[in-house]
């Protein structure tokens, strides 16, 4: 159950946000299978993570959802990140806008540019054509494991999703997580692994809710 003390916020996030929400990210991705695949040394992961998800949360692409969790001091402690029906792909602009800092995260990391092709090539087919939103990021941060942060977030996304008829695909390279979304009616969909010595992937489709009818 979510603390009495956390609440959604759904602002856009401001210069100093993006660097809080990316030092959450570090964190809440630093024991991820393919962080630790992607990065196996520790600071280099950290920061790694930090400027990738900085990265994203600048530029998400036209008609990205993002709503961030926050604290009673109003400080980032869990965001979800939504791409609506319609946008994805991203924009060619948008992929060029994040291609810099993809590209500085990753620097020194020998083979990172051929493990991320590799995986982003693995992933685009697996997109379902039906209209749908890409829940793109889901985080929390450690600290605040177990309070509903991320429930609360992907909650609040699939009110939306259900309140227009479509369904809805993510994917996770956390075995672990696949229990969590299964709560929330998503379905094992199809497993791929990019690298043979790397992590795979599991993508997860939660078809159309019906919405309950309006009484008369």
Do not use: C
Not at 24 to 45: C, K, Y
């Amino acid at each position: 159950m979510r603390g009495a003390d956390i609440r959604l916020d759904n602002r856009v996030l401001s210069r100093r946000e993006i660097e809080e929400a990316g030092e959450v990210a570090g964190r809440a991705f630093d024991d991820s299978p393919f962080s630790t695949f992607l990065f196996p040394e520790q600071r280099q992961r950290t920061r790694g993570l930090e400027v990738i998800h900085r990265t994203v949360f600048r530029h998400p692409g036209p008609g990205a959802v993002l709503h961030t969790a926050r604290d009673a001091q109003d400080r980032i402690v869990g965001l979800a990140l939504w791409i609506p029906t319609g946008h994805y792909p991203l924009s060619t602009w948008s992929q060029l806008s994040q291609l810099p800092g993809s590209l500085r995260a990753i620097h020194g990391r020998r083979g990172a540019v051929k493990i991320g092709v590799a995986y982003a090539r693995a992933t685009a087919p697996l997109h379902p054509k039906d209209p749908h939103w890409y829940l793109w990021v889901l985080m929390a941060d450690p600290k605040f494991q177990g309070r509903g942060v991320g429930s609360a977030l992907i909650d609040d996304g699939l009110a939306r999703i259900d309140a227009e008829g479509v369904g809805a695909y993510l994917e996770t390279n956390n075995e672990r997580n696949i229990a969590f979304y299964q709560r929330f009616g998503f379905a094992l969909r199809s497993t791929v692994q990019p690298v043979s010595d790397g992590p795979p992937l599991f993508a997860m489709w939660r078809g159309v809710t019906p919405r309950e009818a309006t009484p008369q």
